[in-house]
């Protein structure tokens, strides 16, 4: 009988080294350990999240029952009895589309999984700061990518991205090529649009990165029907554990044998309690908490010097119908402190990286964990990165479940506050 490793030791396995803990820290590359914590104001679901109390309590259920299980079954056939519930819940809404469902360790994985399913012969996609470090050295094929933000950090017109990927792909003309639309990108983007991803589509495959999940079902289901495939994570809006992904495509095209990978699962599972939780709010509700947190945190990093802010364009959508998923979930911004003649200057890069690991640190008044640093130009002759603030499903379901979309707010800005008081420490 196989015996599993602990709850603990399979979270940061099957995964490469981002995932493994540091022995002196506990903590991972993304700053995060394998067990819980409460008191960390968590708005950093853009990169990775800590695993919540309930999500922790059913992965250790799982953990029990696995082990029971391989009493009697080998790993295989436990595994892949495992992975069909997960991939069965993932696809409910999805459950009369001819769709077929792949896991893979980490985002950059799907992308690589993608294209090689489709056996393509070049890519377009966004630049590599707004979606993953290691997709385009991992796709295996020539990449072009499109900039999604000028020189200074702001967006960049969607029409002058659109007419670049169009001339892109176009170029490609008798080569298989795989399109890859940002949804959402690092900054909460949406690129290319859906008009021009879709007037495309006879030109090249389509892969939607949707590695953030700020996904609405409704939305989840137009891409699929358009024949597009579609990349997910468990461990960004759903705050499971690092390190879960899932690609969805047309039935058919998914020949593929799943090694067993039991921290694969586990991050799933955890990732599923907090989908389920999300799922049980009425979309309404969502929409509001959505819209009230929104207008109150960009009124903050507009009005504030300390932060130089980074809009983010109206959503390009598929229908006319609202959803969840067009409210802005993701709140991008540089921070400034101030000079000795009264004025406010940008942190550099390397400046921001070091406020962003102050600000998780056990030194810190506050302890708050925002998006990982996202380079974003130059300002005032100086590199520099954007820090993010950001609405996870865990913390909607909180504010719907009790704490309210105030609370939720008034935690938020303690998080800044904690991050001004840094700023002269830096």
Known sequence: MMVLPSVEALLV??????IALDPVTGLNQY????????????????????????????????????????????????????????????????????????????????????????????????????????????????????????EDG??????????????????????????????????????PSVDCVAKLHGLAQVLVDACQFRLAPATLRAYLAQGFMVALTGSKFLTGPAFSAALLLPAGDADQIEPVNFGLLLRWEAALVELRRFRAVLESEIIHIFQEFADSIRNRLMSDPHFGYLPVPERSVLSAE????????????????RNADGGYAPLTSSQTRQLY????????????????????????????????????????????????????????????????SLLDQV
């Open 13 to 18: 396995s099957g995964g490469d080294e981002r």
């Open 322 to 337: 609202r959803h969840w998923d067009q409210c802005q979930s993701v709140f991008s911004f540089v921070p400034y402190r």
């Open 154 to 191: 702001m967006p960049r017109p969607l029409a002058d991205i659109d007419a670049e990927v169009t001339a892109l792909v176009e170029e490609g003309a008798g080569q298989r090529v795989l399109l890859v639309m940002a949804d959402q990108s690092k900054t909460g983007m949406l690129a």
């Open 31 to 150: 700053r995060c350990s394998s067990h819980p914590n409460p008191d960390l104001l968590a708005f950093g679901s853009s990169t990775a999240s800590v695993i919540s109390k309930a999500s922790f309590a059913a992965v250790c259920t799982l953990h029990q029952r696995l082990q029971e299980a391989l009493k009697s079954d080998t790993p295989e056939v436990v595994y892949a009895r495992e992975m069909a519930r997960v991939r069965s819940e993932l696809l409910s809404d999805v459950s009369d589309l001819d769709v077929s469902l792949l896991f893979a360790s980490s985002g950059t994985d799907a992308h690589a999984l993608a294209a090689r399913l489709t056996s393509v012969d070049r890519v377009v996609m966004v630049e590599a700061g707004e979606t993953g470090s290691g997709v385009v050295g991992a796709l295996g094929v020539p990449v072009d990518t499109v900039k999604l933000r000028s």
């Open 357 to 420: 690991l102050q600000l998780q640190s056990d030194a810190s008044s506050m302890r708050c964990q925002l998006g990982q640093p996202v380079l974003c130009g130059m300002r005032e002759g100086v590199a520099v990165s954007a820090l993010r603030l950001c609405l996870s499903a865990r913390l909607v379901s909180d504010a719907a479940e009790g704490a309210g979309v105030s609370g939720l707010v008034e935690q938020a800005n303690l998080a800044l506050d904690g991050l001004i």
